[in-house]
């Protein structure tokens, strides 16, 4: 079963420094052993997260999805005699991609009792240690705790990261975290439909009934909903990072939409989710030594020569700020090409393996293949200011480690 954070849930240890607690309760009432300077926090935690099963009405299945890792692939040749063409973006795409053993499952629902009931919510479910393994359960109870730590932050909730109502534990040992449902779409939803739509409009042509004023319009649209979207994930990541916390995840699918209509990018709230390989950077937790799921991570940080605390913390910022310009390379370019013309992986690739994060370089290749235009103009707006943007994260994270 899963073991427990000592900040929530669980009934704390005193004197007993061996016994092991589960995730959540199953009925039972918090000990009265609770050391008393740790009551208030416990509290807090009661009162903001439900816990009872009974208080929840599970819906509909909605989908399932694992965590997908590329075990290898072949890059090209980097050197001042190597020419591209534009036909080599397709290429990029051969790789070969190893998938996780935890399989998450999510489901809708409402919260049935209490003061937030009719609530809607979306249930994130981790498998129990037969099914996922110590994995699972670890991913599941270092979600837990982030979002626990985070929502009882003396600055308040941030409206840009997703909300943790509360959540359970089955007899089969399978965890089930639910999340107010603020959207069931994600930022690589909308860059998905939108390519769609482009490559839809091209296809038609001359038959397209648009005039120049409409299409100038729409792009105008497009760039201002990419824009907020953009704001939005980095405001959610910006808070994250004042709260000494990582989120070690961050791509298209961990960013949750509550609108994909560009003519309402004005009501538009982005909210970062998925936050299982999040990661404390507060010093003393950076003394205590390391977590499972965060060995990778200070495993580079320790290749790159980072070996202080304050290196550390200052590599593991710069690596999630880097998984930031990820995404904003990846909604400056999807949403304003056709289907298939790009993706995350190729784009990264592309940007890393083909031309060592040379912003500059990167943008000369694109501008010979006519399918990237809009995207080189969004990127171009301001005097290239997203390209200097990119250029500038990128610099960041090659002076802290070398690809």
């Not at 129990?128 to 099914?131: L, P, T």
């Not at 790159?304 to 550390?312: L, R, S, V």
């Given at each position: 079963m899963l073991l427990a954070v000592p900040d929530c849930f669980t009934s704390f240890r005193h004197n007993k420094p061996t016994t092991t607690t589960f995730l959540f309760q199953r009925g039972r009432r918090p000990s009265n052993s609770v050391n008393p300077t740790r009551t208030r926090r416990l509290e807090?935690?009661?009162?903001?997260?439900?816990?009872?099963?009974?208080?929840?009405?599970?819906?509909?299945?909605?989908g399932s999805y694992g965590f997908m890792n590329i075990t290898s692939y072949s890059g090209f040749q980097s050197g001042a005699d190597t020419e591209y063409s534009p036909g080599d973006l397709g290429q990029l795409r051969v790789q070969d991609v190893g998938e996780g053993n935890v399989k998450i499952s999510l489901y809708e629902g409402r919260v049935s009792q209490g003061p937030l009931r009719g609530t809607s919510v979306l249930f994130k479910v981790y498998p129990?240690?037969?099914?996922g393994g110590l994995e699972a359960d670890m991913m599941a109870a270092n979600e837990l705790n982030a979002h626990t730590f985070l929502q009882s932050s003396s600055k308040g909730i941030c409206q840009n990261l997703l909300i943790l109502v509360g959540g359970?534990?089955?007899?089969?040992?399978?965890?089930?975290?639910?999340?107010?449902?603020?959207?069931k779409y994600s930022a690589a939803d909308y860059a998905k439909v939108m390519s769609e739509r482009v490559s839809k409009n091209r296809a038609l042509g001359e038959q397209m009934s648009w005039n120049q004023f409409e299409q100038e319009l729409t792009i105008k649209r497009r760039r201002y909903f990419v824009l907020r979207l953009l704001q939005g994930a980095i405001r959610g990541l910006a808070f994250m990072h004042d709260q000494d916390r990582l989120h070690q995840s961050l791509g298209p699918s961990s960013v949750v939409l509550n609108t994909i209509v560009e003519r309402d990018a004005a009501y538009l709230v982005p909210r970062l989710r998925d936050l299982a390989f999040s990661v404390d950077i507060g010093y003393s937790s950076l003394d205590e030594g390391r977590g499972t799921l965060s060995e990778g991570l200070w495993r580079r940080?320790?290749?790159?020569?980072?070996?202080?605390?304050?290196?550390?913390?200052?590599f593991g910022i710069a690596d999630d700020i880097y998984e930031a310009g990820l995404l904003f390379a990846y909604l400056a370019f999807v949403?304003?090409?056709?289907?298939?013309?790009?993706?995350?992986?190729?784009?990264?690739?592309?940007?890393?393996?083909?031309?060592?994060?040379?912003v500059e370089a990167t943008r000369e290749y694109c501008l010979a293949d006519d399918r990237l235009l809009d995207a080189v103009k969004f990127l171009d707006l301001g005097d290239g200011a997203?390209?200097?943007l990119l250029q500038v994260i990128f610099t960041e994270m090659m002076l802290k480690v070398p690809l």
């Open positions: 807090l935690c009661k009162a903001t997260l439900i816990t009872n099963s009974d208080s929840f009405e599970v819906g509909r299945f909605v129990g240690q037969r099914a359970f534990e089955t007899k089969t040992g399978e965890q089930w975290l639910a999340f107010r449902n603020n959207g940080a320790s290749a790159a020569g980072a070996f202080t605390p304050m290196e550390k913390r200052a949403p304003f090409c056709e289907a298939g013309i790009v993706d995350s992986l190729s784009l990264q690739r592309l940007l890393e393996s083909t031309f060592k994060l040379d997203g390209w200097e």
